[in-house]
């Protein structure tokens, strides 16, 4: 298996403009999280899904953000319209049966969002 | 609110001693213990984990300790390698909540 992907793995915008940064779980977890990192908080976890649904959006700071999981091999996080707070690396990890077994969670290896 | 919380940020020690890794976390629901560790762009991989019914687990060069009275748990690396030098996240979980929540990670940097 290839891992966790994600795209891009680098995004420089402009502030205003809409960005959509990609994940493709590893076949088979049923579990997808999206976490923020920054110098200041760390890694925080944004939003997480279950069999493609929605589970817990309580991270996502404020309604320019949004995510999607359309099935089980794609997932979405949307800003828009971005601002340059936002800039920080984004994760996406996939895990099976959740945190609680094994090793946790498989991570990407980030996309890394610059707003300017 | 951080949950679990890293201090001294960065650590350097010399090739071939020991790294002592800390943590500390405030939910006492906390029962599942988590370490990763972060390569410069990479994202995080699991390196060991422990349940709150041990007090200790180890994995070759790894150790993780767990206080639960003090709500710490710790990471030893001996014999620390270059190879070492990376950033070390602390990650909690609680029974039926399927979310970690992290620390905000410590520089380990070894010196050859």
């Known amino acids: 298996d290839a891992g966790v992907i994600q795209s891009p793995r680098h995004e420089v915008t402009e502030m205003g403009q809409e960005v959509t940064l990609r994940c493709k779980p590893i076949?088979?977890?049923?579990?997808l999280f999206w976490y923020r990192q920054t110098m200041m908080r760390g890694l925080e976890l944004l939003i997480y899904?279950?069999?493609?649904?929605?589970?817990?959006d309580s991270g996502m700071p404020e309604d320019r953000f949004s995510a999607k999981m359309p099935n089980a091999s794609f997932s979405t996080l949307k800003i828009q319209p971005s601002e340059p707070r936002d800039s920080a690396v984004y994760f996406c990890?996939?895990?099976?049966?959740?945190?609680?077994?094994?090793?946790?969670?498989?991570f990407g290896s980030g996309t890394r969002l610059t707003v300017v | 609110d951080q949950q679990v919380k890293q201090n001294s940020p960065s650590l350097s020690v010399q090739e071939g001693r020991i790294s002592i890794l800390n943590c500390d976390y405030t939910?006492?629901?906390?029962?599942?213990f988590l370490w990763y560790k972060k390569y410069p762009a990479e994202g995080p991989t699991f390196l060991i984990s422990?349940?709150?019914?041990?007090d200790k687990n180890e994995d070759g060069r790894f150790t993780v300790f767990l206080n639960k009275s003090a709500k710490h748990l710790s990471l030893h690396i001996v014999p620390s390698q270059p190879g070492d030098s990376a950033v070390y996240f602390c990650?909690?979980?609680?029974?039926?909540?399927?979310?970690?929540?992290f620390g905000k990670g410590n520089q380990v940097v070894v010196i050859p």
């Open positions: 990890a996939s895990s099976l049966r959740g945190s609680g077994t094994g090793g946790g969670y498989t």
């Open positions: 076949s088979g977890h049923d579990y």
């Open positions: 422990i349940s709150s019914i041990k």
């Open positions: 899904f279950n069999n493609n649904v929605p589970i817990d």
């Open positions: 939910n006492s629901m906390f029962d599942y």
């Open positions: 990650a909690a979980s609680a029974r039926g909540n399927n979310r970690l929540a």
